[in-house]
């Protein structure tokens, strides 16, 4: 595929073609093979409203590949709901079906989207009245033997870990308290955690909840450092009732802890083959996640862009990432 600049593609135009590359790009990445679901295990996954379409495209995004990884890695029973159309009543019917139902021996919880709080409550912002904390926090003490995990990917979201923590209980917040309320990257980050030899930092071959997490919370870090920018998410960890990551890491001084967390025991990967045969291929890949990061911060930063300048920067973005994995393509003799 080769770049072509001679004439400017009108806006209406490029979106199109935009939307018809970005399509292709996705195809080359689904290739699970699904596995039987393991009823002791319950994945819900709410993507939510964002403001921005842009937004919400990075948000929906997110909830299918998690949705994809939990049901065709690791065999789950997943549950995802679209909060651009779905209601509150129709989460808490499905709480109250899992509640009523023999309880599963964990639960995931993914909000992935926009929230906000009102010095009274978080409020997960869906169509119609919100989600809240509350609504959440009645949901998991009605499970009370069940193990659960809560990964909040949005912003004004650090709230929850005092609200919702407690024995049995990991809650992940991509943000440290309710005055982050910038759309956060957290989750692209932990959904590049899942498959990366990188955050295996036990090298198990697998990858668990602690793991990703730190490998996140690390990345984000060194992401804005890269960029320049102000550090505007700060993610926390709080594992049965206590807070392991905020302003310091207290692994680094009772690294004896890890080995009794939940968190350390929770695992998101199965052990598996590398997925690319050849060390070159592994490079080109890692330079595609961070080509992918790229088009979704492109994405959060379109309305502070004139329009023509966002469409250039991102065509160019989604030309190289087609370059590039069909580079990977032919070293893994797949064309």
């Known amino acids: 595929m080769k770049k072509s600049r001679s004439l400017p593609i009108p806006i209406s135009y490029r979106s199109i ?4 590359l970005f399509s292709i790009l996705c195809s080359l990445f689904s290739s699970a093979a699904p596995r039987a679901a393991e009823e002791n295990t319950i994945c819900i996954i709410i993507t939510g409203l964002g403001g921005m379409p842009e937004y919400e495209e990075n948000f929906l995004r997110w909830g299918l590949a998690t949705e994809a990884h939990f049901r065709d890695e690791l065999g789950s029973v997943v549950y995802r709901l679209d909060g651009r ?3 509150k009543s129709d989460i808490l019917h499905l709480f109250e079906q899992i509640s009523s139902s023999p309880p599963p021996k964990e639960l995931w919880l993914f909000l992935i989207g926009h929230a906000s709080h009102d010095h009274r409550n978080y409020k997960f912002n869906i169509s119609g009245p919100d989600l809240t904390d509350q609504e959440i926090k009645t949901f998991f003490d009605g499970l009370s033997e069940t193990r659960t995990y809560l990964i909040a990917a949005t912003s004004a979201s650090g709230t929850l870990a005092s609200q919702l923590g407690q024995e049995n209980r990991v809650i992940v917040t991509a943000t440290k308290s309710a005055t982050e309320r910038q759309p956060p990257l957290f989750m692209s980050f932990f959904l590049e955690a899942v498959t990366s030899e990188e955050a295996d930092t036990d090298k198990n071959a697998r990858v668990s909840l602690l793991e990703a997490f730190l490998f996140s919370h690390q990345k984000v870090a060194a992401w804005f450092e890269e ?3 102000i550090q505007t998410e700060h993610s926390t960890l709080q594992d049965n009732g206590q807070v392991l990551l905020e302003k310091k890491n207290i692994l680094e001084s009772h690294p004896g802890n890890q080995g009794t967390l939940l ?3 929770a695992y998101l990967s199965r052990a598996t083959d590398q997925p690319y045969r050849t060390r070159e291929a592994r490079e080109l890949a890692s330079q595609g996640v961070k080509l992918e990061r790229e088009i979704e911060d492109l994405k959060f930063r379109k309305n502070q ?3 023509d300048e966002y469409y250039r920067a991102l065509e160019d973005l989604l030309v190289k990432l087609a ?3 069909e580079s990977i393509a ?6």
């Open 17 to 20: 073609s935009i939307f018809f």
């Open 305 to 307: 862009m004139p329009e």
């Open 330 to 335: 032919e070293m893994e003799g797949e064309l």
């Open 263 to 265: 968190a350390s025991m």
């Open 85 to 87: 159309h779905k209601k």
């Open 227 to 229: 960029k320049g920018r």
């Open 323 to 325: 370059i590039l994995n």
